[in-house]
């Protein structure tokens, strides 16, 4: 069973920082894609940023400069360094993840796509 742990939200004043953390927990052979996502209270939920195993890196443009997505030293961990936070920043944070899973002895592979819990972030001005 895979699941995307994820930790590191809470309460800051603007222009403070937090770090968000997302293992993947469980047997997948690799990630294809891993990220972050965001959802305000009466809003949509939208990319924050993602990496993609050819390390391919993309930034929401409200959040460049300010936010970092990175892998860790620890396995299939990702992190999200948040700078400079801001009021608008609030919002529930999911991990999200597309992981690959070898299904036989050929190699072939399925993908699968998966959600955090959520982590919530509170910024006030």
């Known amino acids: 069973q895979v699941q995307l742990l994820e930790s590191g939200g809470g309460s800051v004043q603007a222009g403070e920082s937090l770090r968000l953390s997302c293992t993947v927990a469980g047997s997948a052979d690799s990630i294809d894609s891993i990220g972050w996502y965001r959802q305000a209270p009466g809003k949509e939920r939208e990319e924050v940023a993602s990496?993609?195993?050819?390390?391919?890196?993309n930034y929401r443009d409200s959040v460049k400069g300010r936010f970092t997505i990175s892998r860790g030293n620890v396995k299939n961990t990702v992190y999200l360094q948040m700078n400079n936070l801001k009021p608008e920043d609030t919002a529930e944070y999911y991990c999200?993840?597309?992981?690959?899973?070898?299904?036989?002895?050929?190699?072939?592979?399925?993908?699968?796509?998966?959600w955090g819990k959520g982590t919530l972030v509170t910024v006030s001005a």
């Open positions: 999200n993840a597309r992981l690959i899973f070898v299904i036989n002895v050929e190699g072939a592979t399925r993908t699968r796509e998966y």
């Open positions: 990496m993609t195993s050819g390390g391919y890196i």
